[in-house]
């Protein structure tokens, strides 16, 4: 069996992320910083890469 040149450009066949998935994804993640009880004055002021770091090390947010 041979691979094809299709497939060889694999950045080009790879699917592309929505803006409604990620806009979904955002909201989930906050919903569940909040249920981790930080505050929402805090989390108006964080941005998205805060927001995953955050979730990676909820530990220390209780802390």
Do not use: F, H, W
């Amino acid at each position: 069996m041979r691979i094809r040149r299709a497939m060889r450009k694999k950045p080009l066949r790879r699917p592309i992320k929505s803006p409604g998935a990620k806009r979904y994804r955002i909201t989930q993640q906050k919903k569940r910083l909040l249920a981790l009880g930080v505050s929402e004055d805090k989390l108006r002021t964080m941005n998205t890469q805060d927001i995953r770091e955050a979730l990676r090390c909820p530990n220390k947010l209780s802390a």
